[in-house]
Structures are given as structure tokens and as C-alpha cells.
């Protein structure tokens, strides 16, 4: 398949997104394609921006590139005097260097506006509807929420964007999720994206696109379509996407980087032609109804390892082929024993945060279940706002004093314990509701335990200490 | 971008299937500003105990497998992170190919920007390619990218498919962004036609 489509036939969002943006198209389909938005942060881009310097490179379109440090960053307060890690620091320094330099749109670690790479783009207006986004970090998925194009590549990419501001691209195929009908009380965002990844497996989405469709989608607001398209890798797939509708006018209208006047009617008259075409070719379909979703939780070390909190940790003999000896090593890492009911398993800590979970929203929820409740004893708990201004946001609500009255640490925005680069972290054992999206083994610290699950679910999971139904907390406050 | 042409090595077995980033380089190691000097912590958690000694019955840390250049994997090879410091790390530590039923697809694009050549073979390939690694530094399996095959150390040759571009810069060593600059008037025209139809960007 070259990947060009016939003029006048049906297309996907992703068809006329792709063919939006091709500079170049050779014979066997390799493609140049455009890219509008490039976000960078400090730890995939160093050794790129040194590749364009001993080449005697320039960044081609630094006014389309933007730049912000958020794994490496301390969430404490103490940061303001500076990173203790020497490592940390440097790539820190590097990033700052480098955007000075290069002339980048960039929010240093202590400007309000900084936060995790995903969150700042959307919430400032980088990322707009037909747009290709790129960033050299495979939750670049998330802003698909956005019928943008969105992709995470690796460092040799990156630096092909500075250079180029396009990358070499062949077409994936096309696969349509669909959620039909409505969600049920405590089922949310999150469940979707890993009920999806539960049913087509961690390599179920390699080689395709995928655009989520359906009512519980259209339903589901602009935060909680990030977070479906967040983990569309998770899922294996290259990008996940939904088409824009009024919901993402509304949210793209004012930010300090969407267009104004003229411009704006301009854009959202195109913004509006992008969905998918009757009769579109789609090379995969998978469908789940959206009442058959039940609030679910990982048990395993691989996102695929999903069951609805009702259910009991399977045994290594469920499975067939690879699988099993992959079960058998992550239960023996996460230390449970086959049978057990998944609401019987006792936890350590609550994550509440990531690029995944980490909007205001997600906060506005998990507060929610908070309420005039506390941690179960001996669970320590962790709230990291996803950016600085969605921290400014819960403090003028009122959250964060619900949190530490619960309490948890209420921190400053970064990656946090979502990936151990900085001091969030996991000790050896210890065994975390979170929500974040991966539960890889030594993930969020060398032996840590991760069972990933929605906002709700972990904030009900640290009140009662133990993985737990959200649905019976919501049952008692009715 | 070293050329790769035909590899004729030791192969490692690792039939764990979602062989994940995470556990290729674990995140401590990101913290680099630099593509080299990786290979000492590739598969860290695996390879070494917590007390930084070795961890014995880890597949690379066996005499016979310690110079391994192949890996043969279990289905979805380097699923995870965008980190190219999984092929830096491989490539660092001597593997210059890895094979599976599949891959997850950032890793596989970064391997090709590193010489590094992932390859995809079906389950019953895998599964004789699996044994014949299992026999260690007396067998060596070769690879020829040139041939598009893979031959066990017993003789028996597997073909392989791959996109007619990445074979071409992966034989030549070709640098993808010398490629592209080639192509400056073209992107140069995409921009001009943009600043009318999508001024906004």
C-alpha cells in the first residue's frame, strides 16, 4: 500500500490529517511529512540539539517549537534553589541552553506555566485541531484528544525535526475504536483507554492509527479524551485521534497560542471538515459498549494486564504461549498469589498525576471522593498537578486543601513518580494505586509496584487501603 | 550511521514476550546527555543485582552468550518509551540485530537510525531461530541484509522482509536528515502554500 488515496474517495481523520501535511511522496509511499508543532523536553532532546551543532545545523522553525523540562524536575518546593541531582541538573541546564540558543518557545522549570510536556501544549494553546505534533516522548498520543496528528518519536527524529521541521514517514493503517451508549456511574476516562488496551493487547494497535469514535467518546469532555488518546500507545498503536468537534472549539478558544479574529473562523472552518468520511476504509474495527465497562485496575507489569476491580488475580496457566512465563515473572514481581481478589490487595501509596491523570479535572475528581475522608493508616499519598497553572486552578478551588486534609503531599507540576527521574519514587516492594500509565517493572522506582486505575479509583484505593470499587464509596454518599 | 550488510554472531535467546524500553534501559540511565557508554547498563534490572554484581542466570551475563550480537526475542520487542537509548544501549553493548514476531513501532523506526537492523519473522521461524540460539557461542547465526535471509547455525536460511528504504540506508549508512535537506526547495513550497491555507499555524 503507497498510502495516497484516490481523490474524491472516502477518508479517515487520519487520511486527511496525513495527506494534509505530505511535502514529498516517493513511489513506494515514503512520505515527507510536515510538522506544525514540535514540543521538546530535557531528556530526548540533548543528544539531538549536540547533532545539529556538529553539523553546523540550525533549528528551521524554532517559533514552532517548544520546549519544557518535566521529567528530571523535584516537585518540592525547594526546587526554586535548584536541581540536587548532578545529572538531572545538567540535562536541566542543557534544555535551558538549548532554548536560549536556538531561540525555542520555552517555560524554564520555575515559570507558572511549565509542567509536564502534555499538558502545557494543549493548556497554551500549541496544540490545534489538523494539526502534526510531535515530541520525542511517546505520550505525545495525547494530543490525538485534539484531531491533531500526534506522535512520540526518538532522538534521531527530534533531531530531524529541529532541522528539517519534518519527518520521513510511511502510512499506518486505519483502526476504528468504537465506545457505543453511555458509561456507568464511576466508570471514566481511564477505564476506557485500558478496557481498549485489555481487549486488543499491548501490540493490538502496532502498525495503525486509531480513531476512537462512538457516544461515550463524544460524551466524554476534552480531559478525558487526552486521556484516552494518552495511552494509545500503550496500546501499541502509532497515534490515536478524535475528530474535533465544538467541545475542542470551545477548548482551543482564548488560549494564548490559537489563532483570534480572521484567523480563528478560518481555521475552525476547516477544523470542521475533519472527521472520518461514510464509507471511509478502515483496516480494523474493535467495539466495546460503554456500559459493559466496569472500573478496572492493572495487576500485572504489562498495561494489557487489566480486570474490572471485581475480579481476582489470574494464575500463569489463564494465559497461552509467551504470555505465561510473562505472567508468572509479574506476578512474582508484584508479589501476588493467583485467586486473590483483586479488592483484598493492600497498597503503600496513591499517585495521583502524569501526563495521563494530571488535569484539573482529575484533581476536581479524585477530590471529590476526598472529601472528609483521610488516607488509610500507614498509606502515603501524592498529588501532582500536571502543570502549574492547573496547580494555580485546585488552589483557587479549594483542593488542595481537601488533599492535604486527607492527607496527602500536595506538590509542584512535573512527571513526578510516573517515571522515577527525580526524587518521586518508589521504594523496593512498596505497592502504588496510581494513575499513571505503566506499571513496567522498576518504572516508578527499582521494585516498585504499580497497579494503574482512574483518579477515582485511587483516591477510594488510599482511603481504604487496599485496591477497592469506587462504585460502593459513590453507593454510601448517595 | 555505520553500514550493515551481513552480521555473522552469537545469538542471545530471550523468549520473555513485551520485552519492554523500561527494562532494555532503565530510567536512571536517561539522565545522559550523550549517545554512547550505554551498553554497561542495557537490560540493568535483569542483569545485575541491586549490589551491582551480576545476576547469574541473566541470559547475557552466561560465558556463552557474553558477546552476543543477536538478540532473538519473544512478540513485541521494545514496547514502552520513545528512548533511543534502548538501540544506543544495545548498540553499545555489541547487538547489531533483533528478532521477534514484532516490535513495538518507535523502537523499531530508532534501531534504523542506528545501524541496528530489527527483523520480523513469523512464530515457527522465531521458534527454530529461538533454539538454534539456545545453543550458544558454538553456533553463530547470520544475518544478510543484502539477501534479505537469516541462516541458523545449521544451515537452514530464513527470508525476511523489509521496506526497500530502510534497506537502502541501512547498506549504505545513510543519514536520514542529509536525505531530507535535499528536499529544502519542497518544504521551502509546502511553507509558502501553508502561510495561505493554514495561516495559523
Known amino acids: 500500500m503507497t498510502g495516497k488515496t484516490n481523490a474524491g474517495a472516502p477518508r479517515t481523520l487520519y487520511d486527511k490529517i496525513f495527506d494534509a501535511h505530505v511535502v514529498d511522496r516517493q513511489e513506494d509511499g515514503t512520505c515527507i511529512l510536515y510538522i506544525d508543532r ?129 519527518l520521513i514517514q510511511k502510512k499506518s493503517k486505519n483502526m476504528k475504536v468504537e465506545i457505543t451508549g453511555k458509561l456507568r456511574p464511576g466508570v471514566t476516562a481511564k477505564d476506557i483507554t485500558l478496557a481498549v488496551i485489555g481487549k486488543t493487547g499491548t501490540a493490538g494497535g502496532t502498525g495503525y492509527v486509531i480513531e476512537y469514535c462512538g457516544e461515550a467518546i463524544r460524551d466524554l469532555s476534552m480531559e478525558g479524551r487526552m486521556t484516552v488518546c494518552n495511552m494509545a500507545i500503550e496500546g501499541g498503536a502509532r497515534a490515536g485521534l478524535i475528530a474535533p468537534d465544538e467541545k475542542t472549539f470551545d477548548y482551543c478558544k482564548g488560549r494564548p497560542h490559537a489563532p483570534k479574529g480572521a484567523a480563528w473562523e478560518a481555521a475552525v472552518s476547516w477544523w470542521k471538515t475533519l472527521f472520518s468520511d461514510e464509507g471511509a476504509h478502515w483496516d480494523k474495527i474493535v467495539t466495546i459498549r460503554g456500559e459493559d465497562i466496569a472500573p478496572v485496575v492493572t495487576w500485572g507489569t504489562s498495561p494489557e494486564d487489566v480486570l474490572p476491580i471485581t475480579g481476582t488475580v489470574p494464575a500463569p496457566e489463564d494465559f497461552e504461549g509467551g504470555k505465561v512465563e510473562a505472567a508468572r515473572r509479574s506476578l512474582d514481581y508484584m508479589g501476588l498469589k493467583p485467586g486473590t481478589p483483586l479488592n483484598e490487595v493492600r497498597i503503600d501509596a496513591v499517585f495521583i498525576g502524569s501526563c495521563t491523570n494530571g488535569r484539573i479535572e482529575d484533581l476536581r475528581a479524585a477530590a471529590g471522593i476526598l472529601k472528609g475522608k483521610h488516607l488509610a493508616p500507614g498509606v502515603r499519598g501524592m498529588v501532582v498537578p500536571g502543570s502549574g497553572l492547573v496547580r494555580l486552578q485546585a488552589e483557587e478551588e479549594g483542593l488542595d486543601k481537601i488533599f492535604t486534609d486527607a492527607g496527602f503531599e500536595w506538590r509542584l507540576a512535573g512527571c513526578s513518580m510516573c517515571l522515577g527521574m527525580n526524587p518521586d519514587q518508589l521504594a523496593p516492594g512498596e505497592r502504588c494505586a496510581a494513575t499513571s500509565n505503566r506499571n513496567f517493572e522498576g518504572r516508578m522506582g527499582r521494585g516498585g509496584r504499580t497497579h494503574l486505575m482512574s483518579p477515582v479509583m485511587a483516591a477510594a484505593a488510599g482511603i481504604a487501603g487496599h485496591l477497592t470499587d469506587v462504585r460502593e464509596l459513590l453507593a454510601e454518599t448517595v | ?125 522465531v521458534e527454530v531461530l529461538m533454539e538454534d540460539a539456545r545453543k550458544g557461542a558454538n553456533a553463530r547465526m547470520t544475518v544478510d541484509l543484502e539477501n534479505l535471509t537469516v541462516t541458523t547455525s545449521d544451515g537452514q536460511s530464513f527470508p525476511f522482509e523489509l521496506d526497500p528504504f530502510r534497506r537502502h540506508c541501512l547498506l549504505n549508512g545513510l543519514d536520514d536528515i542529509g536525505l531530507t535537506m535535499e528536499k529544502a526547495p519542497s518544504i521551502d513550497a509546502y511553507e509558502t502554500q501553508m502561510a495561505q491555507s493554514r495561516p495559523w499555524v
Open chain 1, 38 to 166: 514540535h514540543l521538546v523536553h530535557e531528556v530526548t532532546s540533548p543528544q539531538a540539539f549536540e547533532g545539529l551543532r556538529m553539523a553546523g545545523r540550525k533549528v528551521r522553525r524554532p517559533d514552532q517549537t517548544i520546549a519544557v523540562p518535566d521529567h528530571n524536575v523535584p516537585t518540592t518546593a525547594d526546587r526554586v534553589d535548584g536541581i540536587e541531582n548532578p545529572e538531572g541538573r545538567i540535562q536541566v541546564a542543557e534544555l535551558d541552553k538549548n532554548a536560549r540558543e536556538f531561540g525555542l518557545n520555552y517555560y524554564p522549570m520555575n515559570d507558572i506555566r511549565q509542567g509536564i510536556v502534555h499538558i502545557v501544549g494543549p493548556e497554551q494553546g500549541w496544540t490545534l485541531p489538523g494539526m502534526t505534533v510531535v515530541c520525542g516522548d511517546s505520550h505525545t498520543a495525547t494530543h490525538g484528544a485534539f484531531g491533531a496528528l500526534a506522535h512520540g518519536i526518538g532522538t534521531s527524529e527530534v533531531e530531524h525535526v529541529l532541522a528539517t521541521q519534518t
Open chain 2, 1 to 125: 550511521m555505520d553500514k550493515f550488510t551481513t552480521l555473522t554472531g552469537i545469538a542471545a535467546p530471550m523468549p520473555l514476550v513485551n520485552i519492554d524500553t523500561d527494562m532494555i534501559i532503565p530510567k536512571q540511565f536517561l539522565k545522559t546527555i550523550h549517545r554512547s557508554g550505554l551498553g554497561k547498563n542495557l537490560f540493568d534490572e535483569m542483569r545485575f543485582n541491586p549490589d551491582g554484581t551480576e545476576v547469574p542466570d541473566f541470559v547475557l551475563n552466561q560465558p556463552a552468550w557474553r558477546d552476543s550480537q543477536i538478540i532473538v526475542a519473544g512478540d513485541n520487542f521494545g514496547c514502552g518509551s520513545s528512548r533511543e537509548h534502548a538501540p544506543w544501549a544495545l548498540l553499545d553493548f555489541g547487538i547489531r540485530c533483533v528478532i521477534s514476531t514484532s516490535f513495538a513501532d518507535i523502537f523499531y523506526n530508532n534501531c534504523f537510525k542506528n545501524g541496528i537492523l530489527p527483523i520480523v519473522m513469523p512464530p515457527e521461524v
